[in-house]
């Protein structure tokens, strides 16, 4: 059976239990299965290959020995053993010895986890169809990696879900512009469901991984975070199908919940890719860990703080913010006045609304920047959709091709050879330092559409309306003659 097929029939046999409602607790639920059975995959192979290695799960359960089993626990009984034995088990992992790291990955996708279904006989279907991908099996690991990436496509239809996928598009060609190599640290301080990190990790493993020691040198270099459950447990499940041994790195927290003055030289980074929430604000008490002339409620600029801070000295950011953050006043103005003070803002890549659908349709935009040096110009690119489609949507979403002309137009290494065009302008720091900081900069090249004149219009909106009335009047009077006939 194709592992496509496969997944489509995990989720018919989860659609008839009671107990699971809507596609992200579907998701949620295939997840912690997924997990499981990736990390035992894993497990198998790493005893192959280091003498004396323990799995971080005890044996009793191990997806070997409660899972594999197609004729093992069903019903009532394999019911009650996820709810009161595997669960309790797994959310409180001791954590001591050698397997610490893979242990604290595995009790911080459990803690807070929770199994939605309800049929024990149902789950055992699930469990014998999960049985049938080898995940150390390459070529299955990359199809189902390739199943992986739908699911969390469609978890743009699952409601709020949908705020933690970023196309892969935008992903992929962010950072391919950023270009990271192994031993350089890169940061994704609110890394949803991993897009970033897995772009990152393929784009390096294509063009720099070499050797055993270049693969240990990308893999001790990533971090990230993500505050809520279930992107957490995607990302982590994403690296383990990625190929990552310790997924530990990814956190399960708020990175905005640390003291924005205990971030120190040693946490610095050479690379920041995010995309962090917008159109949210933090909860009471998180504005209190920044300074007096960066507090605000509003996440978005909390993190471009705290990005600017991070970033080492030469240390480089691609980052995607909304359109209020460019033309906002107040404490977005000074984050602005500081970003260009302290960065190299060399290019905002001003996406349409539509690149978001269908969860968000906000203008948002590619802020690309190296710390360091201030900024003397700003280059803007105004990405277009493609001709012949009025939006991007879920049918229709945003492809890889369609930021090729601004990938031609971007120049060399340091971005030499860039030239205006009708889609490309630059703006001195002077100019936005005279515009109060708006960084909400139009493409000069487009001429407004000519509406004609305003006095015409209006004196054309009155003639309109008068007519309307008078044609009300002549239909009120043909009602009421028929009334009275």
């Not at 992107?231 to 690296?239: D, F, I, K, S, Y």
């Not at 203008?363 to 110009?377: A, C, H, M, V």
Request: net charge negative.
């Amino acid at each position: 059976m194709q592992v496509r097929t496969l997944v489509k029939s995990v989720q018919d046999i989860m659609r008839q239990d009671t107990g699971v409602d809507g596609d992200a607790q579907r998701i949620s639920q295939l997840c912690w299965m997924f997990f499981l059975k990736i990390f035992d995959d894993q497990d198998q192979e790493l005893e192959l290959m280091i003498h004396d290695y323990r799995s971080a799960i005890p044996a009793p359960f191990q997806w070997r020995a409660w899972a594999a089993d197609p004729e093992g626990l069903t019903g009532e009984a394999l019911l009650g053993f996820i709810n009161n034995d595997l669960f309790p088990a797994l959310k409180e992992l001791p954590l001591a010895g050698q397997a610490d790291n893979r242990r604290r990955v595995v009790r911080d996708v459990f803690e807070d986890a929770y199994n939605y279904m309800k049929s024990g006989h149902l789950i055992r279907q699930v469990l014998n169809k999960i049985n049938q991908i080898d995940f150390n099996d390459l070529h299955e690991r990359q199809h189902f990696g390739d199943i992986y990436e739908q699911l969390l496509n469609d978890l743009q239809a699952a409601g709020n879900a949908g705020e933690y996928y970023t196309p892969r598009a935008v992903t992929s060609f962010m950072v391919e512009r950023l270009d990271p190599h192994p031993g350089e640290t890169l940061f994704d301080p609110a890394c949803g469901t991993g897009g970033f990190l897995t772009c990152a990790i393929r784009h390096m493993r294509s063009h720099y991984v070499k050797r055993p020691e270049d693969e240990r040198a990308m893999q001790a270099g990533l971090r990230a975070v993500e505050k809520k459950q279930l992107p957490h447990m995607l990302c982590v499940t994403n690296m383990l199908l990625n190929g990552i041994e310790d997924p530990s790195f990814v956190r399960h927290n708020n990175t905005l919940a640390r003291p924005y003055i205990s971030w120190e030289q040693k946490d610095r980074v050479e690379i920041v890719l995010t995309n962090p929430p917008f159109g949210g604000t933090e909860e009471d008490g998180i504005e209190a860990n920044f300074p007096q002339h960066f507090r605000t409620r509003e996440t978005a600029d909390l993190f471009l703080a705290l990005i600017i801070r991070l970033l080492k000295p030469g240390g480089r950011a691609a980052v995607v913010l909304p359109d209020g953050t460019l033309f906002g006043e107040g404490v977005k103005t000074r984050l602005k006045e500081h970003l260009l003070q302290e960065c190299n803002l060399h290019t905002i890549v001003r996406l349409p609304n539509s690149v978001f659908r269908p969860y968000a349709s906000i203008g948002t935009n590619l802020l690309f920047f190296e710390k360091g040096t201030p900024t003397s110009e700003i280059w803007f690119y105004e990405h277009q959709v493609p001709s012949g489609q009025k939006a991007y949507s879920m049918t229709r979403p945003i492809r890889l091709e369609h930021l090729q002309p601004c990938v031609a137009w971007w120049g060399g290494p340091q971005r030499e050879g860039r030239v205006e065009t009708p889609q490309a302008w630059r703006v001195s720091a002077e100019e936005v330092q005279a515009r109060g900081y708006n960084l909400d900069i139009k493409n000069p090249h487009v001429v407004a559409d000519d509406h004609g004149d305003p006095q015409q219009l209006l004196a054309d909106l009155d003639a309109a309306e008068a007519r309307s009335a008078e044609l009300r009047e002549q239909l009120k009077a043909i009602l009421a003659e028929a009334l009275l006939r």
